[in-house]
T-cell receptor
Framework: EAQVTQNPRYLITVTGKKLTVTCSQNMNHEYMSWYRQDPGLGLRQIYYSMNVEVTDKGDVPEGYKVSRKEKRNFPLILESPSPNQTSLYFC?????????????FGSGTRLTVV | AQTVTQSQPEMSVQEAETVTLSCTYDTSESDYYLFWYKQPPSRQMILVIRQEAYKQQNATENRFSVNFQKAAKSFSLKISDSQLGDAAMYFCAYATGANSKLTFGKGITLSVRP
């Protein structure tokens, strides 16, 4: 089954403790991205990757890192989480099919930083 | 910069009735894609419908259809014969291509009254 797999689904951590949210897709998509969802703000892009070893900042990159060492994986790293990074996070990859395209989302990660 | 505006935070509809969710966007691009996503309480982002800007014909998917007014930069979603399972948050989104950022509106919470 074609999918984007995110882990964990829920995470509670303390301020300053490094964490990684994993994202993996099995569709050989080149473009992957991370979004955060906050009430009243919709989803905003954090980072994206056009292909292996090619990453760039989105609209809200502060406090986050990413890497793309393999095409299928695109982890999101919070080196020193702070309470303002409490949010719902989504990983997504994009596809093109006969001139049409769309995005496949992971199931989301609810992160709470205390 | 592209922006997507959903001005109504909440709407309610009687079961079996029709409801229209509004969305406007701002762009200087001539070629782009528009999406409506549904987010039920499970948090999953589910693609409802997609519209290519170069197509004059409005997209339809079963009970869901759009009214795409390119000159007015308007992209509303009509849900016919509303069902209890349609209750969710709905996001309007814009993208310029397969390898590009999705820009989301703030979302609208739709409730369905039995």
């Amino acid at each position: 089954e074609a999918q984007v797999t995110q882990n964990p689904r829920y995470l509670i951590t303390v301020t300053g403790k490094k964490l990684t949210v994993t994202c993996s897709q099995n569709m050989n998509h080149e473009y992957m991205s991370w979004y955060r969802q906050d009430p009243g703000l919709g989803l905003r892009q954090i980072y994206y990757s056009m292909n292996v070893e090619v990453t760039d900042k989105g609209d809200v990159p502060e406090g986050y890192k990413v890497s793309r060492k393999e095409k299928r994986n695109f982890p999101l790293i919070l080196e020193s989480p702070s309470p303002n990074q409490t949010s719902l996070y989504f990983c997504a990859s994009s596809f093109r099919d006969r001139g049409r395209y769309g995005y496949t989302f992971g199931s989301g990660t609810r992160l709470t930083v205390v | 910069a592209q922006t997507v505006t959903q001005s109504q935070p909440e709407m309610s509809v009687q079961e079996a009735e029709t409801v229209t969710l509004s969305c406007t966007y701002d762009t200087s691009e001539s070629d782009y894609y528009l999406f409506w996503y549904k987010q039920p309480p499970s948090r999953q982002m589910i693609l409802v419908i997609r519209q290519e800007a170069y197509k004059q014909q409005n997209a339809t998917e079963n009970r869901f259809s759009v009214n795409f007014q390119k000159a007015a930069k308007s992209f509303s979603l009509k849900i016919s014969d509303s069902q209890l399972g349609d209750a969710a948050m709905y996001f309007c989104a814009y993208a310029t291509g397969a390898n590009s950022k999705l820009t989301f509106g703030k979302g609208i919470t739709l409730s369905v009254r039995p």
